[in-house]
């Protein structure tokens, strides 16, 4: 959002005088003049080579990108360490910040000093400082200068890694490192590229959790022969605790039809709430006897509001007995399989498919820093592939097993 905020600020062009009618008339002009014979817009190589220094002057003016870009990193260094003299959630109303700012998009280009200053009397006072040593909500300390750093070049030349050909630096380096993470995690070998699983950075987990239970809903149809068409669609059924509130949203994004909510109970001998696996059993076998399809479970490893950790060996075994999918949202606590003393985590996930970690809560990624692995890596791309149009297929690459993480998500 603030990327865009810059670029409207900056780069919107003063309206024209010029009438449509006659600047459409002067872009057909030009265009008629430089076709070739076959109808191909081309231009001489001088005339390329110009183009392509104009749009580097105008939209990618490396000077200016020095020269803010430092005095942005410096407002960030000066704002960072000023932070404890703001209140941690600013004492605003809705609608407080729109009311100073343009009603209309600017026609002219404002300068980047003015746009700074802006930044820090207008955006950071108003901000929710997720950074401050006083926020004590939700997950604090979520960024990293490293995380700033890495995100400076990787905005700075944003290859998009569709497939490998669009940027092998970028699938080959995710793959090494998910595989890294997997291991300095402890995770199941299986869960490696280098073996039969790996995985994929998402933006969050709610859409990693959606990913898994597209696939796992493919997969179940595939295996019972159901179609879109076939009235068996509405079989399905997806389990959860009742405080498993982030599965229900990627739940109803894919339409499964019912959900089962396995309640803590109060257990007096702990003094503590918890999920009895045998919930899960009498749940399943009672929608089995009543003609439903059970496909999905979701377990936690670290709630939002408790970081309940739910007993997964158990429930994961009971589930994969019946041919359900598991799902572990280790979202929040799985960071702490790092730790030799949580050597009991790591070793509930046998009978996992699809494992999950959110990399800005304790590994102070920054966001879009989901970290999601699977076991079936085959298995799990088959649900997303489609006929790939020629300009998304990789050149020379025969003979090797390449990721294109297209493949991994809609």
């Known amino acids: ?59 990618y003016d490396l000077q200016e990108l020095e020269t803010y870009g430092n005095q942005m990193i410096k407002l960030v260094c000066d704002l960072y ?25 600017p026609q002219q280009g404002e300068s980047f000093e003015d746009i700074i200053k802006d930044t820090e009397k207008l955006i950071f006072p108003n901000m929710t400082h997720w950074q401050h040593p006083k926020l004590f909500g939700y997950y604090p300390a979520t960024i990293s200068h490293a995380a700033v750093i890495a995100d400076i070049f990787n905005n700075g030349f944003l290859s998009p890694g569709i497939t490998w050909y669009c940027c092998p630096a970028a699938a080959e380096l995710e793959n090494h490192v998910m595989d890294w993470a997997a291991e300095f995690l402890h995770l199941p070998e299986c869960f490696k590229f280098s073996s039969t699983g790996g995985g994929q950075i998402c933006t969050t987990t709610c859409d990693a959790i959606m990913l898994t239970v597209h696939a796992s809903k493919q997969l179940k149809m595939k295996e019972h022969g159901i179609t879109n ?46 999920l009895d696996p045998e919930d899960y059993r009498r749940a399943i076998e009672q929608d089995i006897k009543d003609g439903l399809i059970p496909f999905w479970v979701g377990i936690n490893m670290g709630t939002t509001s408790t970081c309940q950790v739910d007993p997964i060996a158990e429930i994961s075994a009971i589930c994969k007995a019946n041919g359900l999918f598991v799902c572990v949202d280790a979202a929040y606590l799985g960071a702490a399989q790092v730790c030799e003393e949580y050597e009991y985590l790591w070793k509930q996930l046998d009978n996992v498919d699809y494992y999950i970690v959110n990399f800005a809560k304790w590994m102070l990624s920054g966001l879009n820093g989901t970290m999601f692995w699977v076991k079936n890596r085959h298995e799990y791309i088959s649900t997303f592939m489609a006929e790939d149009p020629e300009y998304l297929r990789s050149l020379n690459v025969d003979g090797y097993e390449i990721v294109n993480y297209k493949d991994w998500q809609s």
């Open 1 to 59: 959002v603030v990327c865009i905020f810059f670029f409207l600020m900056i780069r919107r062009p003063p309206r024209s005088t010029q009438s449509r009618s006659s600047a459409a008339s002067d872009v057909y002009k030009r265009q008629v003049s430089t076709q070739s014979t076959w109808g191909i817009n081309h231009k001489p190589r001088t005339q390329i080579q110009n183009l392509s220094m104009d749009r580097h002057t105008k939209f």
């Open 81 to 105: 360490q000023k932070q404890d003299q703001y209140p941690v959630h600013p004492n605003i109303k809705p609608g407080s910040v729109r009311q100073q700012l343009p009603e209309h998009p």
């Open 229 to 274: 068409a076939d009235p068996r669609i509405t079989k399905l059924v997806a389990y959860i605790s009742d405080m498993g509130y982030h599965f229900e949203k990627p739940i109803r994004m894919k339409d499964i039809p019912h959900v089962r909510k396995i309640p803590y109970k109060w257990n007096p001998e702990k003094a503590d709430f918890e």
